[in-house]
């Protein structure tokens, strides 16, 4: 499966986001697009949308749209990344369930949608594999742990660092948001995440023995070759043992 990230292909709506300037991010939050069309159908209407001028409510000029920083969806054989998290903080999710003294989740959060039907059929494997591995990467550049967020109050201070939903949030509780749903399997996407955040195997003493002789090798061939005149020369002069 071929995995391909790139700027969204809309001009994002810029009242649902915010500048990132002073930004502290302390983990990521999981949304889920849940229109009831197929994935594939989802992503990529999900991405118009966050491009509408249609897209906004409330004030003159309106404040407030539907939008996010990474938009992950399956299309054939590749998984689709829409990201513009280096651009703009997104407002999917903002304040908490009352505005005096609380955060905006958003502003601390990158906010991640996964293109999903509904809120209860299961998530796609290869799809699932993609959130995992994109968390993982931002766990290890952001350095927050994986571990799933109980409750994010929005009134903590400090933050806490993890992976939140919108669902167990203050402003999901405001707004009645269910997401990523009760189909979102967390002990398998935290396993999966957990293995990409892995660094890789150190080799062992008997792997660094065999490497060292190797390069000792190698070298004493290199040596060799350069006293014995080079290429010229190499067939008359006896090598070393």
């Keep these: ?26 983990g990521v939050m999981l949304h889920e697009t849940r229109s009831g069309s197929p994935e594939i159908e989802d992503g990529s209407s999900a991405e118009n949308w966050f491009g509408s001028p249609a897209n906004a409510r409330g004030g003159n000029p309106p404040t407030w749209c539907s939008m996010t920083e990474v938009l992950i969806w399956e299309m054939g054989d590749q998984v689709i990344y829409t990201d513009h998290r ?4 997104a407002w999917t999710a903002g304040w908490g369930e009352f505005y005096t003294g609380t955060w905006p989740a958003g502003k601390f959060y990158i906010q991640i949608e996964i293109a999903h039907g ?6 796609n494997p290869t799809q699932l594999d993609s959130v995992a591995q994109l968390v993982a990467e931002y766990s290890i550049e952001y ?21 939140a939903t919108h669902k167990d949030s203050a402003n999901g509780k405001k707004l009645g948001k269910t997401d990523p749903g009760s189909a979102f399997p967390w002990s398998e996407f935290l396993r999966i995440t957990e293995d990409y955040a892995q660094p890789p195997n150190e080799p062992t003493l008997e792997e660094r023995m065999e490497n060292a002789e190797r390069y000792l090798a190698g070298l004493n061939e ?20």
């Design 222 to 241: 290199a040596q060799w070759y350069h006293q014995s005149g080079g290429a010229k020369a190499r067939h008359n002069t006896p090598r070393p043992e």
């Design 1 to 26: 499966m071929k995995h391909v990230r790139r700027p969204p292909n809309v001009t994002p709506n810029l009242w649902g986001i915010r500048d990132i300037a002073n930004r502290d991010i302390r």
């Design 86 to 89: 280096n651009q703009y903080a």
């Design 143 to 163: 350095k927050f742990p994986l571990v799933k967020i109980p409750f994010l109050y929005q009134t903590e201070n400090p933050k806490p660092r993890g992976i």
């Design 118 to 123: 509904t809120g209860v059929e299961p998530y």
